[in-house]
């Protein structure tokens, strides 16, 4: 299950084939015309892209997993095809959810080594204005 906006959706083919409504979804949207759903390996995806209206805007989604070809490669392929649209990230990956944001919680590792370099560079800054 991917995440998709913020719901988790189970990935499809006919899924993605219903994914419009932007123009970075629209990028990233397959033609499949329908009849019976067919099962074939997915992955999870993320897209962050700026189109020729310096529009910044994430996908978050389901790809058909290319096996030796990268769905990354494809997105960049067709975003040069698009007029104006530059891709500055474009991850895949096999997991739940695994396309979400990162979420920082209180007293996990990456906020200990946050709240650590925060601590060490006040300690700095404080030092040169005292001396």
């Known amino acids: 299950m991917c995440l998709a906006v913020s719901t988790l959706q189970t990935c499809t083919p006919s899924l993605m084939a219903s994914t419009t409504g932007n123009w ?5 949207r397959i033609e499949y015309f329908g009849g019976a759903e067919i099962t074939v390996p997915m992955v999870c995806q993320k897209i962050v892209a700026t189109n020729e209206n ?7 989604g389901c790809q058909l997993d290319g096996g030796k070809t990268d769905p990354c490669q494809i997105a960049f392929g067709k975003a040069k095809l698009q007029r104006g649209i530059e ?22 590792p990456a906020m ?14 404080t030092s040169k204005i005292l001396y």
């Open 24 to 28: 970075l979804a629209d990028l990233t």
């Open 54 to 60: 310096g529009d910044t805007m994430t996908f978050r």
């Open 87 to 108: 891709i500055a990230h474009c991850s895949i990956c096999k997991d739940d959810e695994c396309n979400g944001a990162v979420t920082v919680r209180p007293g996990s």
């Open 112 to 125: 200990l080594l946050a709240t650590g370099i925060a601590s060490v560079l006040a300690v700095v800054y």
